[in-house]
């Protein structure tokens, strides 16, 4: 994402930063600006953004170190526009708090590029049958500790259900390697589901219901047919002209959110690549060369995103592989998916009317 400069010193800082390493100056990010503030105490509890005016207080997660995140001190929430959804947080423990804590940098991440492009995002609060809620749920064991049930991750209704166990490494490698999945994080989980919640926020209207079943399937098809089939006898033989992934290849509903999060997880990168000035110009190698000049967030359509992404990302696979890691983006994007991508693109774009 974009770089942020400590009004106080000029110092770069960074989204997750707490402290200026210059000058020391507490950090907070507003999400009315989706900008990260040096801060300077006015009081008990509360902060004046440094040099500019207004009072503000922490969300009520930082006493735990979870957030950064600011609300006006008269604001009647007691949490950020980010941890006002959630439901169940893993706390009783410490193992729990420091899960819920790598949980928290992940959902903050998902809720800047939400309010980046000002999508919606309504609370339970504010719609009873379908706001956003999450729950961070732990695994069900037993009294030497084995994992007799474990959490499952998944949408319904406008609730995210996440398994707190997967904020741990070797747990979240170890189900990507037993499900042969080339890329599996918290954040691929978050901007995953939230494409469910936004298929169903979103595509209302006849003539978008019309396009979406056009370019990924029609969603009425039986969901738990579907991924019965895909486990019994996996994706289809051409998968890779059509899909992202193969999981997004067992049902138009998980097509949607795969994608989905894949617009994510591109135009994200590429406003970092934009920040520092990142491009590619290798010598005698023309189709690799790119330069991102745009704002991503703004891209007038996929076309635009995939010129600059394909050549970067094929570096970044190039530098991983060189430090003995695996490719940062393992995927390929053909056409139909490029299209797919473009209609996700302007569904975004139109939410903000």
Partial sequence: MK???????GQTIHFDNRLCVRCGSSLGFLAEDVTLHALVPEGEGFWRIAPGEGLYRFCENAVQDVCNWLLPA?????????????????????????RWRRIGAAQRHLFYSILRWKLPHPTREEDPDGGLVFDFLADEVDADGNVVNAAMTGHEDGLISLRAAEADDEVRESVRVSMGEPYRSLLGHFRHEVGHF????????????????????????????ALQRNYEQGPPSDWQQHFISTYASCHPAEDFAECWAHFFHIVDTLETARAFGLNT????????????????????????????????????????RSMGQPDSYPFVLPPPVVEKLDFINRLVKGSRQ
């Fill in 74 to 98: 008269d604001s009647p929430h007691a949490f950020c526009e980010a941890c006002r959804h959630n439901r169940i947080v893993p706390t009783t423990d410490p193992k729990g708090l420091e």
């Fill in 3 to 9: 770089l942020f400069t400590c009004k106080t010193c």
């Fill in 198 to 225: 936004y298929w169903a926020l979103l595509v209302r209207d006849e003539a978008t219901l019309e396009e979406t079943r056009r370019l990924f399937g029609d969603e009425r098809e039986d969901y738990a047919a």
């Fill in 281 to 320: 110009d290798p010598k005698g190698h023309e189709e690799l060369e790119a330069e991102v000049t745009f704002d991503p967030y703004r891209a007038p359509n996929a076309g635009r995103l995939v010129e600059a992404w394909i050549p970067l990302s094929v570096a970044m696979n190039a530098i991983q």
